[in-house]
């Protein structure tokens, strides 16, 4: 079965950087277009980036834009996202989520991590 | 970036009642629109996607309506595991924005 499993998480200073891990199993990683998608504390969810299945394509929300990198290793079955120059604001719960469509982007998540909590510090 | 909203931002109902919650998209994004269910402390769950296929496995009670600006997401029959929130989200273009969320509590 479709297992992704984040790590990484845990509290920071404003201005750090951290870097989230994504270790996705039961399927064929370098397939599928992934996703990090994060919810703020008692929040909706926010759309944070995206990448195609073999890395070539990036995309940002504009509130990350400059600070965040999205990547992975398809050798290592990993998605990671290298969070930069941290805010309070950023403080969530991060998602690594799959995108259904194989290697097309459709945008739309059929399987979802459990997340991972960021919390940064003032 | 295209913007989506929700209505009603929380509703409260009982245990069969029919509930309809409605999204629009800022511009048309024709038919890419999802639905997705999520529980506290639980990630979300995919309902709907392209605004009415319902994803296998998904009670029949879910339907999903709409096309253009203007969606629905329906429950024929509230049973006691759909108390939750629901999302849309627009999957036309990135970044693939979500609507604020309804939230469905017990009356």
């Known amino acids: 079965q479709v297992q992704l499993v984040e790590s990484g998480g845990g509290v920071v200073q404003s201005g750090r950087s951290l870097r989230l891990s994504c270790a996705a199993s039961g399927f064929t990683f370098n397939s599928h277009t992934m996703y990090w998608v994060r919810q703020a504390p008692g929040k909706g969810l926010e759309w944070v980036a995206l990448i195609s299945y073999d890395g070539s394509k990036k995309y940002y929300a504009d509130s990350v834009k400059g600070r965040f990198t999205i990547s992975r290793d398809n050798s290592k079955n990993t998605l990671y996202l290298q969070m930069n120059s941290l805010k309070p604001e950023d403080t969530a719960v991060y998602y690594c989520a799959r995108d259904g469509g194989g290697i097309a982007v459709t945008g739309t998540i059929d399987y979802w991590g459990q997340g991972t909590l960021v919390t940064v510090s003032s | 970036d295209i913007q989506m909203t929700q209505s009603p931002s929380s509703l409260s109902a009982s245990v069969g009642d029919r509930v309809t919650i409605t999204c629009r998209a800022s511009q048309s994004i024709s038919s890419y629109l999802n639905w997705y269910q999520q529980k506290p402390g639980k990630a979300p769950k995919l309902l709907i996607y392209?605004?009415?296929s319902l994803r296998s496995g998904v009670p029949s009670r879910f339907s999903g309506s709409g096309s253009g600006t203007d969606f629905s997401l329906s429950i024929s029959s509230l049973q006691p595991e759909d108390f939750a929130t629901y999302y849309c989200q627009q999957s036309y273009s990135p970044p693939f924005t979500f609507g604020p969320g309804t939230k469905v509590d017990i009356k």
């Open positions: 392209t605004a009415s």
